[in-house]
């Protein structure tokens, strides 16, 4: 596990692990990539209704460029366990430290949001909770029943850490079971060291795999970043390794450098090497594939896991 600097980030720099570094210059995006500020009415209304729950987004948090779209269709990916994470991924624009104490009044709060923002379908993300015996599995848990009792027609798509070193963690969630799990390798084992120290390649994968095996009817997913300086040949290899997992659902996004002090994107991927890796995904067997430059792991993805039902069904209709 890579070395943390635990401190209130109320109290210092967001990033105070990263402020040794030196500055990355941060490059001019390409026309493809560009989003317009956000305007609609009914993101401001997503906004305040999040406010008054008190409730953490990962699209605010990430600084996710989808953030003016998705809100304007009261679609919000939420943020459980607090807004400070125990890892220090050279990535994430989530603030690092010492996190507070678990809110036992988040779950029903989630749920009541999700009921009156009426969902079909909620994306429930964290932060890394090293400092948790189970890495916040059992709130995982509770958010979800939370959400089963508020809004039973809404289906739950969760977005977990990689629980390492948490034994019975993923028992905890596969019993709960969500619709989909979620845990994104981000990138290629290689650049690991220097982008996601305090993770480990291969226990995210085992994570993936034990889910399909203690949950066979849940729809597993993963995602990975490009422009990090991954070869093509490393991509496909990842999407390989995600085949031998039996992950169903694949995505692949730009990366895009928060600060000048997270690490710089090596180049912008053109869209058509997106369609060329999307191609390639699905020619391995993934049953859904999303891979443009604004790709994240919740966007459309309520869309998405109607198109994840679909293709099960004409799998099982051939077979």
């Known amino acids: 596990m890579a070395t943390r600097i635990l401190i209130d980030h109320r109290d210092g720099p967001r990033h105070p692990e990263k402020a040794h570094r030196p500055d990355q210059p941060i490059q001019r995006k390409p026309a493809w990539i560009r989003v317009k500020a956000p305007t609609h009415p009914v993101y401001h209304e997503t906004r305040a209704l999040l ?18 779209e ?14 400070v994470c125990t890892r220090a991924c050279a990535f994430c624009n989530v603030a690092t430290g010492l996190p507070g104490a678990v809110d036992a009044g988040e779950p029903a709060r ?45 289906t739950i798509e969760v977005l977990t850490p990689d629980f390492l070193r948490k034994p019975g963690a993923a028992e905890i969630v596969a019993a709960a079971r969500p619709d989909v799990f979620n845990h994104n390798l981000e990138t290629v084992p290689r650049l690991y060291p220097a982008i996601r120290p305090g993770a480990r390649y291969y226990q995210s994968l085992r994570l993936l795999d034990r889910m399909k ?20 040949a490393e991509i496909l290899q990842v999407m390989d390794d995600l085949r031998v997992a039996d992950v169903d659902f694949l995505t692949i996004g730009q990366y895009l450098q928060p600060t000048v002090k997270h690490a710089a994107v090596e180049r912008f991927v053109p869209p058509e090497e997106f369609a060329d890796y999307a191609a390639l995904a699905r020619a391995r067997g993934f049953l859904l594939v999303s891979a443009t430059p604004l790709t994240r792991s919740s966007y459309h993805a309520d869309a998405d896991f109607a198109a994840l039902q679909a293709a099960r069904a004409r799998g099982l209709a051939a077979a």
Do not use: Q
């Open 51 to 68: 406010r008054d729950h008190r409730l953490t987004t990962v699209c605010e948090e990430a600084a996710c460029p989808n953030v003016g």
């Open 70 to 83: 998705c809100w304007s269709h009261r679609h919000a990916t939420m943020m459980i366990l607090g807004e």
């Open 110 to 154: 989630v749920a009541d949001a999700v009921a009156k923002l009426g969902l079909r379908h909620v994306v429930i993300t964290s932060v890394d909770r090293d400092d948790l015996a189970d890495g916040g599995a059992a709130h995982f848990a509770a958010v979800i029943a939370a959400l089963r009792a508020a809004a039973p027609e809404t």
């Open 213 to 232: 095996t203690l949950a066979p009817g849940v729809f597993t997913k993963s995602g990975l970043m490009v422009g990090l300086g991954e070869s093509r």
